[in-house]
């Protein structure tokens, strides 16, 4: 009798909208990998005992998302260093029996616009709109990639501040005044306003000349942020979706220790094909950060 499949899941609230199950069950299509991959759909109350039991019962990984991302790190007893500086987890696993948690949102957002957009990081000019855990949760890989500066803006400032201080060194916040008259070569969108339609209060005088405009949402139809690039002259301007595949991927790497070609998902899911795996790549007319 063969072995049952490895158990993966996505946690989070709400879950159904995810895409991982899809992604994942493609990387163990290429990389000839047995497993079971599922959504779970948890209660905040409940998600501490929701992880011990899956792994106890034999679940080799999971995938966290909104809104667990904070708790799963509490739970962990051991952390990678991009977890730990972000006070955030994404991926969690099991060595001899503990607890571990990664990050990989930021590695996911380097390798797209780094590798597959070819935009370059190391000593860069970012500006990062949001203060929240979106935007905290890729500091860390990106000041890992030696940028020249990075600036933060958000419309409570003092979360600005606040995150500023907790990077202090290699990031500085700013306030839309002190914005004017300086330019940047990479900006990311990490507010919640394209899950809504809305468009943050933005500057063409931003972009520099080739300026990478990177929104962190990904989505069926365009993004309001990345209409404004377009027409304001950005030299490239892209949604999330390649960050939500590279994240999975680092996921998958962690789980499998193999790290799956990430461009072949990407096409597939840009292109909307329908596959035997479970439907269409997504829900018409989504708007949805990366998981």
């Known amino acids: 009798m063969s072995a049952a499949p490895a158990r993966y899941a996505v946690v989070g609230n709400p879950i159904g909208h995810s895409k991982s199950p899809l992604i994942h069950s493609l990387f163990a299509r290429q990389t000839g990998a047995e497993i079971s991959y599922g959504k779970e759909l948890v209660s905040e109350p409940d998600f501490a005992a929701f992880v011990k039991t899956f792994f106890r019962n ?3 990984g999971l995938n966290v998302t909104v809104p667990f991302k904070q708790h799963a790190h509490a739970l962990c007893g051991r952390l990678s260093d991009n977890a730990a500086r972000s006070g955030a987890v994404n991926t969690l696993y099991q060595i001899d029996g503990r607890l571990a948690g990664a990050n990989t949102d930021g590695i996911g957002l380097v390798r797209d616009i780094r590798d597959n957009l070819a935009c370059e990081i190391r000593g860069r000019r ?3 709109l949001g203060a ?5 949760g890729v500091l860390p890989a990106l000041e890992k990639q030696s940028p020249a500066r990075m600036t933060v803006w958000n ?3 003092e979360r600005a501040t606040e995150l500023a201080r907790e990077f202090e060194g290699s990031l500085a916040a700013a306030s839309l005044e002190e914005l004017r008259g300086k330019q940047f070569d990479l900006i990311v969108n990490g507010t919640s ?5 809305c468009l943050p209060p933005v500057d063409a005088a931003w972009l520099a000349p080739g ?10 139809e365009e993004i309001v942020f990345l209409r404004w690039a377009r027409e304001a002259g950005a030299g490239l301007a892209s949604d999330g979706l390649g960050m939500l595949v590279e994240q999975a991927a680092e996921s998958f790497h962690i789980w499998r220790g193999v790290r799956p070609e990430t461009g072949p998902v990407i096409q597939r899911l840009r292109n909307g094909v ?13 708007s949805l950060r990366p998981e």
Do not use: N, P
């Not at 306003?193 to 339609?197: D, K, N, V």
């Open 58 to 60: 034999g679940g080799a």
């Open 126 to 128: 970012i500006l990062l």
């Open 132 to 136: 929240g855990g979106a935007v905290r």
């Open 155 to 157: 419309r409570t400032a």
């Open 193 to 197: 306003g394209s899950l809504e339609g």
């Open 211 to 220: 300026c990478c405009v990177y929104d962190m949402v990904y989505a069926d």
């Open 274 to 286: 329908k596959t035997d795996l479970g439907g269409s790549q997504g829900d018409s007319a989504t």
